[in-house]
Every structure is written in C-alpha cells, then in structure tokens.
C-alpha cells in the first residue's frame, strides 16, 4: 500500500482527501477539538505531496503534454484551494464559538461563504489561468440579477447580520416580537425561531424582526417581572386593603427584594377598585407558580382582614360569626366540622399575638397545643450543614404544632413572626377529645404531618458540592 501510494502520489493525495471527508463523518459532533486537529493534520499532509511533486496551487497544473496527468493535477490543485477554505472556515468558526458562541453562527456562515468566495476565484486566477476581471465583471452583473430576485431573501440576510451584530435578543432569552412571545431558539440568516409557552414553533423573518418592536424578558438577567390584578369593593379601606396585600407578597418566598415588590392602586370606581401586586422572580419558569402562589396569599390575607373579591354578586359576610369561629370555617383541617361542634371548639380558642421576629413555636420542642394562624406571615427556619437558613413561609388558615400532638415528636423546625402575627391557640386535652371523636381530622393531620417531615428531610440534606474543574488554567492558578 505504501509503495503504491510512494509510486503514485496522487493517488496518496486523492486518498488523503478521502480520509479526511471519512474521518469527519466519523468524529461527528463528540469531539470538535479533535475534528480540527485532525482537519489541519490531513491538510499539511496534502499540501507537502503537493509540493513535493512540484503542484504549485499558485501556478497552473506542470504537466500541460499529458493530457489526463494534467488534468487530475489541476483537480488536486482546485482541491487544495478549497480544502484550504473549509479548514480556514472551521478553524474561525471554533475559534469563534469560544468567544461569541451560537449567536454569531450566521456572521460564521457569512465568513464561510467569503473565504469559500476567495478561494474560487484565487482556483480560476491561479490553477486555471483565467482573465478574472472578466470573470469578475460577469459575475458582478449576475449578483445585480439575482439581487433583484431575492430581494426579500437579501432583505432577511442583512437584517440577521444587524440583529447579530446590535444583540437585542440571543439564544434562550425569552422575548416578544410584535406580540409573538417565545423562547428563541435559534437565529440563523433567513429567520428567527421562537418555541412558544404551548410548545409550538414560530419563525420569524429577519427583515420582520428587525422592524418589529422587541421585548426582551431576559434583559437584565435572571429578573422577570410579575403582575396580579385584584379587583376588590369600593367600601374597603384602602390602608387596609394594601396592608393585607403587602403581607401577602411577604408570604411569598420567589418574589425577589431587590427590586422591591410593591402594591399600588390602579383604578377605582362605583363598582369596584383595582390594586396591583407587581415584582419580580429569578426564574422565568417561575413566573406562573409566583402568580397563582400570590393570588391564592392575597385571597387569604385579605379573608383574615375580612374583605373579599369583588364579584357580580358580592355576598355579604355573616358579621354574627366570632373571628375563631370565622377561621374555623376557612381552615382545610377543620372547615369539616358540624356547625355545632364548630361552635364548641371556637369557645376553646384562645387568641395570641406575636410582633415582628417573636420566636412563636423554637426548634426540638414537643408541642402541647395546637397553632391556628389568623393573620400575618410565619417563617420557618431549619438548620442544614449547621446553618440556619428559611424552609418556608406560612400564612392564614395554616396549622402550627400538629407533630407534638399526633406523634409526640419535636418539631424540626423554628416558627418565627415574620410580620405582626395573630394566632389561636388550641390545648391539647382539648384536641385530643376532637380527634377521639373526629378520625377524619386525625387522618388529615397525620398527612399533613407525613407531608412535612418529608419536605424537611429533603431541604435538610447536605447539597452536593461541585466538582472542582480540572485542566491547564486550574493547575497554572494553583501554582502561583
């Protein structure tokens, strides 16, 4: 085999570029590093046997009497030309997915094509020893014709390049065009693709875009704002109204405080007043979790504060009901009690009030009453790796002490006021009587329980630290 090829080095050089075309269908996409080395490997080979047999690509073929000799030369010297541009386009195109990764794809097709450009006329003017002025001119008049034909193509070419270069947007930011809103994608020479929030696909020419009115949701990173309209009775107090909207938007953990969320008053009428909780969250995956968490915080804030939703019907509240007796009928645990008995147990409550930062129920105490919250906003804190940080918040309706009084165990966690507090108290001797009588609400408890020790043993585990990145730079740092 060596022999054949050290006898017939065109035939190595034909093979040369054979191998290069198997082995880049071979690597794929799991290497590139390797794709390219081996690329620039095959290339340096083929343009020493070039050389070496005196195929000059900067001269045409040398062999002009042998007619078949001359013209395989010729092809290997065009080759090398064009090998040459898609080795240099490859090299730039990695060197440029380092710096400005998939966004700059089309300003890499757009280099390709040039060099790729370059290479053919430099094969006409060299290898082929043809006039390229005229070549040229002629094709200067062809690129006026097709110009005139793809108008509109050109159009979206030239206005990918504009997007490409001024960045309103780029690859998985989340953005509206014109009132299209979707995740892009991809941004490639003609049009840019956005995957809508019901998972289809939406393509939008260049030329369209880059006239259209932009919204980017991504910009400034990890902050995406928030909106919940509420429309309430024009005979709620507004001080009131805002105070138990603005517990609400404390009782909501993903709302970030820098910037701070607010509530504001948008419009108010004889039929009704709207208020506005607006603010922002990390994530934007996180926006329609935020938005039903604080609807369903506002509705319940604004219960304990006793103003209700507007609607076509506005009921009226029964204003002969005690508050415990009203939180009875809005707690999950005990709404299932007869009237009766929701009378009985009201008579047993007692009412309790804790300021801002007041520790309500401390860690690794086995609890003898049971919490009711009314009003405000409860933290829990927990410990992990020694650390305390916060688990979770609480708000109207929710339950406090529950473990102490089913199992008998500690609880794990640390309820503090995060805000002003009230709070119904409920002893134990007289809880146990309710779930001797009641085993619907001893089952609900227990699964309330069951659901929160297994929340706290998944926030408690230790995270996974990273792996510390291993390479040149990391070991040159250590070193200095």
Not at 81 to 92: D, E, Q, S
Request: aromatic letters at 8%; one cysteine or more; hydrophobic letters at 45%.
């Amino acid at each position: 085999m060596f022999a054949l090829f050290a006898n017939h080095p065109l035939l190595a050089a034909l093979f040369l570029l054979l191998l290069d075309v198997v082995l880049w269908r071979l690597i794929g996409g799991r290497g590139e590093h390797w794709k390219l080395a081996v690329r620039v490997l095959i290339f340096s080979l083929y343009s020493l046997m070039l050389f070496n047999q005196g195929m000059n690509p900067m001269q045409p073929a040398p062999w002009p009497d042998d007619v078949p000799l001359h013209l395989a030369a010729t092809g290997l010297q065009i080759g090398w030309w064009l090998f040459g541009a898609r080795t240099l386009t490859v090299l730039l195109g990695t060197l440029m997915m380092q710096r400005v990764g998939h966004t700059g794809r089309l300003l890499q097709d757009l280099m390709g094509a040039l060099i790729f450009l370059i290479a053919i006329i430099a094969a006409l003017a060299y290898v082929l020893d043809l006039p390229v002025k005229g070549v040229l001119a002629t094709s200067g008049a062809l690129a006026i014709i097709v110009g005139l034909a793809l108008q509109s193509t050109l159009s979206d070419l030239f206005s990918g390049i504009v997007l490409n270069t001024t960045k309103p947007y780029q690859i998985d930011d989340w953005i509206a065009i014109d009132g299209t809103e979707g995740k892009v994608v991809d941004i490639d020479w003609r049009a840019t693709r956005l995957q809508t929030s019901q998972g289809s696909m939406v393509v939008i020419p260049n030329s369209l875009a880059s006239k259209a009115k932009i919204t980017n949701f991504s910009r400034p990173r990890d902050l995406y704002g928030i909106a919940v309209s509420l429309q309430l009775s024009p005979h709620a107090r507004p001080q009131k109204v805002i105070e138990a909207l603005e517990r609400a938007m404390l009782g909501c953990r993903f709302l970030l405080s820098v910037p701070a969320p607010s509530v504001a008053l948008k419009s108010s009428g004889s039929s009704g007043v709207e208020y506005e909780i607006s603010g922002f969250v990390a994530q934007m995956g996180h926006k329609r979790e935020v938005r039903n968490q604080l609807f369903d915080l506002a509705f319940r804030h604004l219960q304990a504060s006793g103003i209700s939703l507007l609607s076509t019907g506005e009921a009226t509240q029964s204003t002969n009901l005690s508050r415990p007796r009203a939180l009875l009928d809005r707690s999950s645990i005990f709404s299932t009690l007869r009237q009766e008995e929701k009378d009985t147990f009201s008579q047993n409550m007692q009412l309790q009030t804790f300021r801002a930062g007041e520790t309500i129920l401390p860690a690794g105490e086995v609890s003898d009453h049971l919490f009711i919250i009314e009003s405000g906003v409860v933290t829990v804190s927990m410990q992990r790796d020694g650390k305390p940080f916060e688990a979770g918040r609480m708000g109207p309706g929710e339950v406090i002490g529950e473990a102490g009084l089913v199992a008998e165990q500690a609880t794990v966690a640390e309820f503090s006021a995060k805000t002003f507090c009230s709070l119904y108290r409920i002893d134990n001797e007289f809880l146990k009587l309710c779930l001797d009588a009641r085993h619907d609400i001893g089952d609900a408890m227990k699964t309330l329980l069951d659901f929160r020790q297994h929340i706290a043993l998944s926030l408690a585990q230790s995270s996974p630290k990273p792996v510390a990145k291993k390479g040149f730079m990391q070991w040159l740092r250590s070193r200095t």
